[in-house]
């Protein structure tokens, strides 16, 4: 499986943005996806999380109300719309995809794409 974000840039605070997450590859292993951050100078934090079918969403506190997470399983794709910016919300995103090809657990990363809110 390889994940590919899009979507990143610079943005004025109270601005918005949608990444979107490509897949490709044996996507039918995957089962849930997720969005993660990761400023300078922090550790990588969750930002939101959906379920294979798209029915169960998780989000950070931080983001609650702000952000939305969603997934189309036809397009193989997964998207962040990002409403209500701040300049904390600057980091680099990255797109994860867990689940079982056969009976191997299968966790995969995109590269990233840089958010930058400018207050």
């Known amino acids: 499986v390889q994940l590919v974000e899009s979507g990143g840039g610079l943005v004025q605070a109270g601005g918005s943005l949608r990444l979107s997450c490509a897949a490709s ?6 089962n849930a996806m997720g969005w993660y951050r ?4 922090k550790q990588r934090e969750l930002v939101a999380s959906i379920t294979s079918g798209g029915g ?7 983001v609650k109300g702000r952000f939305t ?6 397009k193989k794709s997964m998207y962040l719309q990002m409403n ?8 680099v995103y990255y797109c994860n995809a867990r689940g079982w ?5 299968l966790e995969v990363w995109g590269q990233g794409t840089l958010v930058t809110v400018s207050s």
């Open 56 to 62: 169960s969403t998780t989000y950070a506190d931080s």
């Open 69 to 74: 997470i969603s997934r189309d399983n036809v």
């Open 84 to 91: 209500s910016l701040k300049p904390e919300d600057t980091a």
């Open 25 to 30: 590859g044996s996507t039918s292993s995957i």
């Open 38 to 41: 990761q400023a300078p100078g």
């Open 101 to 105: 090809l056969a009976t191997t657990y």
